[in-house]
């Protein structure tokens, strides 16, 4: 069997387009042009490029966007002085702290800092708090990416054995509490670096959604020939062929999957493309919850 290739890179296309209309129809029945605010620190080349590619999606879609740009020596101050100086900022409507931060101790810090009617990574407790409860709330861009493909795709999710590998604050937790909850019906198990038998899990999955940071994860013998395989990895491998000197893998063993299995997402062009579109989303919605118009 060759697995149907789900491309987020597409449906990121389409979704973006619709984005781009509502912020269009919004400017004209209310003159309010969406607003997104994103703190940058330090100069980790990855998240450069991330903050870049949502810089312009941004702009594409008509979302004003502002980026405040600190250097790896910026102290705790300097950054909670950015979110301040952020939260209080009328035209800016969503804030994204880019992470990891070069003192990965004071994540939590500055992410609560953020005004939870601003945060549209939906990284603040309150909002994570009100998703647990099934309550609206800003939900984290790369989960809700992750389920808008398995949906637009109709991969059944009521009662599906779903393995997520990986338990990071930004993409396994939530998902497993989303692919959970009323309405999704999903049965989770959350997999880690301590799960034990991970492989007689995988094999009785439905869909595997792996994020766990290390290429080569998720093997072919590890899935049924049924499976859907979500790949949230990126890896930057070196690669002296190319002019950048690396090429972006994922955490799964693409070629060999994709030659057993029904479904797979590739990397690049998978979920990375839906996690600008979520926050495109969520910032339109932040725009219209702040600004008294319905969401
Ligand atoms: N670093 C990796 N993914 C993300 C994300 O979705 N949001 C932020 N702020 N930082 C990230």
Same mark, same amino acid.
């Given at each position: 069997?060759?697995?149907?290739?789900? !491309?987020?890179?597409?449906?990121?296309?389409?979704?973006? &387009?619709?984005?781009?209309? !509502?912020?269009?129809?919004?400017?004209?029945?209310?003159?309010?042009?969406?607003?997104?605010?994103?703190?940058?620190?330090? !100069?980790?080349?990855?998240?450069?490029?991330?903050?870049?590619?949502?810089?312009?999606?941004?702009?594409? &879609?008509?979302?004003?966007?502002?980026?405040?740009?600190?250097?790896?020596?910026?102290?705790?101050?300097?950054?909670?002085?950015? #979110?301040?100086?952020?939260?209080?900022?009328?035209?800016?409507?969503?804030?994204?702290?880019?992470?990891?931060?070069? !003192?990965?101790?004071?994540?939590?810090?500055?992410?609560?800092?953020?005004?939870? &009617?601003?945060?549209?990574?939906?990284?603040?407790?309150?909002?994570?708090?009100?998703?647990?409860?099934?309550?609206?709330?800003?939900?984290?861009?790369?989960?809700?990416?992750?389920?808008?493909?398995?949906?637009?795709?109709?991969?059944?999710?009521?009662?599906?054995?779903?393995?997520?590998?990986?338990?990071?604050?930004?993409?396994?937790?939530?998902?497993?509490?989303? %692919?959970?909850?009323?309405?999704?019906?999903?049965?989770?198990?959350?997999?880690?670096?301590?799960?034990?038998?991970?492989?007689?899990?995988?094999?009785?999955?439905?869909?595997?959604?792996?994020?766990?940071?290390?290429?080569?994860?998720?093997?072919?013998?590890?899935?049924?020939?049924?499976?859907?395989?979500?790949?949230?990895?990126?890896?930057?491998?070196?690669?002296?062929?190319?002019?950048?000197?690396?090429? %972006?893998?994922?955490?799964?063993?693409?070629?060999?999957? &994709?030659?057993?299995?029904?479904?797979?997402?590739?990397?690049?062009?998978?979920?990375?493309?839906?996690?600008?579109?979520?926050?495109?989303?969520?910032? #339109?919605?932040?725009?219209?919850?702040?600004?008294?118009?319905?969401?």
């Amino acid at each position: 069997m060759t697995a149907r290739i789900l !491309d987020g890179k597409s449906l990121a296309t389409t979704l973006r &387009a619709e984005i781009a209309a !509502d912020v269009a129809a919004l400017y004209q029945q209310t003159g309010i042009v969406p607003g997104l605010g994103v703190v940058l620190v330090g !100069d980790n080349p990855a998240s450069r490029s991330y903050v870049t590619a949502k810089e312009k999606a941004c702009t594409a &879609a008509g979302i004003h966007s502002t980026e405040r740009r600190l250097p790896a020596s910026a102290s705790r101050e300097d950054i909670l002085a950015a #979110v301040h100086d952020l939260n209080g900022q009328e035209p800016i409507d969503g804030i994204l702290v880019q992470l990891p931060l070069p !003192d990965s101790a004071i994540e939590r810090e500055v992410i609560e800092a953020i005004d939870p &009617a601003k945060d549209v990574d939906g990284f603040h407790p309150l909002n994570i708090g009100r998703m647990v409860l099934g309550l609206p709330a800003f939900v984290p861009c790369t989960p809700a990416g992750v389920i808008e493909i398995l949906r637009r795709a109709d991969v059944p999710l009521a009662g599906a054995a779903v393995v997520v590998i990986g338990r990071s604050q930004i993409v396994g937790r939530p998902l497993s509490i989303l %692919l959970s909850q009323k309405g999704v019906d999903a049965t989770v198990t959350l997999c880690h670096t301590q799960t034990k038998n991970l492989a007689q899990l995988t094999r009785e999955a439905d869909v595997i959604i792996v994020a766990a940071g290390r290429p080569g994860t998720l093997t072919a013998d590890m899935v049924r020939a049924d499976a859907v395989v979500i790949d949230v990895g990126v890896n930057r491998v070196p690669d002296s062929s190319k002019a950048s000197g690396y090429r %972006l893998v994922g955490d799964v063993d693409f070629e060999a999957l &994709a030659q057993k299995i029904a479904a797979i997402t590739p990397v690049p062009g998978g979920v990375g493309p839906m996690t600008i579109a979520m926050l495109l989303r969520n910032t #339109v919605n932040a725009a219209r919850r702040r600004r008294g118009e319905p969401a």
